[in-house]
């Protein structure tokens, strides 16, 4: 156990070599009653060794984690201005085993990488809802597509994928992580890219409907109902008739 325990103390890079403390030493190959004897006399160290080493084994698995995550999250963001320097600063405490040291060298990284992505995740975001906005905008100055239905333009839209895609939430690191997972920077560029042509698509498919259903905004109204007022669909009142003028006779 007390040398499961130091070794807990230390693991692979980046974390530090694990300790080979002289008290472990000592106790290697001692049985019985000798055993026992050098476990009392050395309790006091034993004791401190033991708190000191769980200490320094929960400080790694914090920061490994963070190691961890800060090495994904530069993977999603090796594309972006300065990536190149974090990626090497993660590399050197890999190197120099200086994961434990103070203040916490993977702390500056997993900041600044998530920051950048994060950043320009939320960038590619209003780019294609500023791409999408204008395009929507373009399809309204077409006569067969304004005079659709809101349903009927939102269902072509759907059909030809020029929507706005659900947003995952991006708030925690972890979660930051996931998000690329699903759509990354390149991805989202295609699918702005892609917008124009999909717009074009929809408008296609208006055009070619056999029958179009009109917004009513723009309805005409049928010969069957030109009996009706067109505000409140009531008869029209039956016109008056002319006077009739007697003769005399």
Known sequence: MLKQQAQAAGGEAPAPAAPNPPVLTALHG???????YKLHDRADDLTQSLADWQSVA????????????????????????GMDALTQTLQAIRTNRSLLDDPDPTAT?????????????????IDHADTLAAELARLDAHPVWSALRDTDRAALLREAGAVA???PPAATDTELL???????????????DALPTRCDQALAAAIKAPNPRPDA?????????????????SP??????KPHWSTGR
């Not at 905004?217 to 669909?233: E, F, H, I």
């Not at 029209?236 to 008739?241: I, K, L, V, W, Y």
């Open 58 to 81: 929960d400080k790694i698995d914090d920061r490994a984690s963070n190691y961890a995550l800060a090495g994904q999250l530069l993977a999603q963001a090796r594309e972006l201005p």
């Open 217 to 233: 905004s723009v309805c005409r109204v049928p010969p069957s109902m030109t009996g009706l007022s067109w505000t409140t669909g």
């Open 30 to 36: 001692l049985t019985g009653n000798d055993l026992l």
């Open 165 to 167: 895609p659900t947003l």
């Open 236 to 241: 029209r009142p039956a016109p008056r008739s």
């Open 178 to 192: 996931e998000s690329p997972k699903r759509r990354d920077l390149r991805g989202w560029r295609d699918l702005t």
């Open 109 to 125: 990284v997993l900041q600044a990488v998530s920051s950048a992505l994060r950043g320009a995740l939320a960038q590619a975001q």
